[in-house]
């Protein structure tokens, strides 16, 4: 099992520029969730997706932030116009159903520098 | 409001040197408590669950329990790899959301 994948790895960009950040969750899960971490506030959830379907977005900052899954195996987080602030490492983490359904298994981050 | 409180922040100990790393919780209603293990530059790896106080659970050299106000995650001779940032999260009964603590960063040195 390949895990959760992330891409990119790293993004540097500049302030009020397009960012879009994607995840491919573990196959046959069917939960995904966004998370933020960054040293002052530690790890924070920013929208949680069942079967596809945003449950809640109460976590994302502010309407310049925006989450899709198209599809099961798809979701992306895109954050347009960035600023500074959003420096972070983004993690997207999947869960499956079932017995293990309290277990989040996390992508390897995405690593965002706005300039 | 739920939420999660780790200490100590940081923790430095000698290979051999046995300790705990402490996790308070808050919550209405527990579903389920997390311990992850997170190594720089990567993401937060599972390590346990525990749902009801008196729960206990191991793993190598680590071991957690579970009361009705905190956790605790032990290390036996603890080694230099075992050197990370452990993460605690609760879960609310009849919720989703997963709150995290800030973390202990473990330094075990040789």
């Known amino acids: 099992d390949a895990g959760v994948i992330q891409s990119p790895r790293h993004e540097v960009t500049e302030m009020g520029q397009e960012v879009t950040l994607r995840c491919k969750p573990i196959s046959g899960h069917n939960s995904l969730f966004w998370y933020r971490q960054t040293m002052m506030r530690g790890l924070e959830l920013l929208i949680y997706f069942n079967n596809n379907v945003p449950i809640d977005d109460s976590g994302m900052p502010e309407d310049r932030f925006s989450a899709k899954m198209p599809n099961a195996s798809f979701s992306t987080l895109k954050i347009q116009p960035s600023e500074p602030r959003d420096s972070a490492v983004y993690f997207c983490?999947?869960?499956?159903?079932?017995?293990?359904?309290?277990?989040?298994?996390f992508g390897p981050g995405t690593r965002l520098t706005v300039l | 409001e739920d939420q999660v409180t780790q200490s100590p922040e940081a923790l430095r100990l000698q290979e051999g040197e046995s300790s705990s790393l402490n996790c308070s919780y808050t919550v209405s209603g527990l579903r389920g408590l997390f311990w992850y293990r997170q190594d720089p530059g990567k993401g937060p790896e599972f390590l346990f669950t525990?749902?009801?106080a008196g729960e206990e659970k191991e793993k190598e050299r680590l071991k957690a329990t579970l009361t009705k106000k905190e956790s605790f995650l032990h290390i036996t001779a603890p080694k230099p790899e075992d050197s990370a940032t452990y993460l605690c999260?609760?879960?609310?009964?009849?919720?989703?959301?997963?709150?995290f603590g800030a973390g202990t960063r473990l330094f075990v040195k040789a």
């Open positions: 983490a999947s869960r499956a159903g079932g017995p293990l359904r309290d277990t989040q298994y």
């Open positions: 999260a609760v879960q609310a009964a009849g919720g989703f959301k997963t709150i």
């Open positions: 525990l749902y009801s």
